[in-house]
């Protein structure tokens, strides 16, 4: 009993940070308002905050996680969360746009090292029919800034300044910074000493490149659509703008019961797991295109879509780390790492895919490039699944 509640104190705070790194990630969506203002720029430029953010997390992950894929990893979680805080507040501080710029990059390559780290610790502090669970516990923190983090970083911008937001998350940081210290163990098992042949290790191996590619396709599939999930609310499903808040919250609610559900069912036999969540995923998305015009049912729909939109997380990243500890045993930290980036490739992927299809036909056209993403993830972790039963 003792040892479940050090454990779980342990991916606590491990969230806490994760609550304050992913509210730093969308917060400039909400804030671009008053940055366009102060430094009198336009809609894209402004953009940067969020695209440089991401690609900084893309590229800057696996590279980092080659760097100090041997260093102790209470040192290295400490180490993140000093230049993350660093980051948020150099963007506080800053004089100019390029400065903020340049602080954003800050910050995105402490997310980015931060969360392949963080599910490689909150997988070791547990037992191993708790690994699934404990890295939801974990991405419950990115999920609870979605729902309060990011609105409230926006609301304390709005009653004041924007700096004042990234105060605000810097301070979180800290909380999360003095956490870590006090919960996490120095024992932690090492990594070995690598090189950037980590990521070509990891690469080369089949089931690796398959896992990350499902990964960015089927957590990917759900951007298609919530990219734009303001504009169907209000124009094809008639909810109006207050209406339209209230219900995001509550989209960040279901969000947050799926991770929970997804780590439960991913504990064991994460591969069948996972295709039942595609497959419902994939049901939600095409009912979706008959309900886009229904006011209620739509609405249902997109709650639905909530529901399934972190619940492959824990999975596809403990299937990653389990399959690294296989296959590319000196290089688990470096999978790890390159499964973040998948995430973020399926972000850009899903957003983009969209869009176009917006820019082409509109609104209606957005579930369909999910539908193709999903699909192709169903394919490629059923292949894999029927390669597992083979082997065994």
Known sequence: MEDHKKQNMILFALAISAFAIGSTEFISVGLMPLLMKDFNISVELAGLTVSLYALGITIGAPILAVLTN??????????????????????????????????RVISSLAHGLFMSIASIIAADVVEPSRRSSAIAVMFTGLTVAT????????????????????????LIGIIGLIVNWVTVPNDLPLGSKTSFMGVINVLKSKTLRVALIITALGYGATFTVYTFITPILQSMMHWSANSVVIILVIYGVMVAVGNTIGG?????????ALIKMFIGLLITLILLLLFMNNHWLGLLNIMLLGLFAFMNVPGLQLYIVQMAEKYTPNDISIASALNISAFNIGITLGSLLGGQGVAAVGLRVTPYFGIIMVLISILLTWMLNDKNKIKK
Not at 147 to 170: A, D, E, K, N
Not at 264 to 272: E, G, M, V
């Open 147 to 170: 729902v309060t983090g990011v609105p409230l970083g926006t609301f304390i911008g709005q009653i004041s300044t924007w700096h004042m937001s990234f105060y605000f998350i810097s």
């Open 264 to 272: 439960r069912l991913t504990n064991q036999n994460i591969l069948p």
């Open 70 to 103: 041997h260093w102790p990893k209470k040192r290295l979680l400490i180490l993140i969360m000093i230049v993350f805080i660093i980051g948020n507040i150099t963007v506080a501080t800053a004089p100019n746009f390029n400065v903020v710029l340049i602080g």
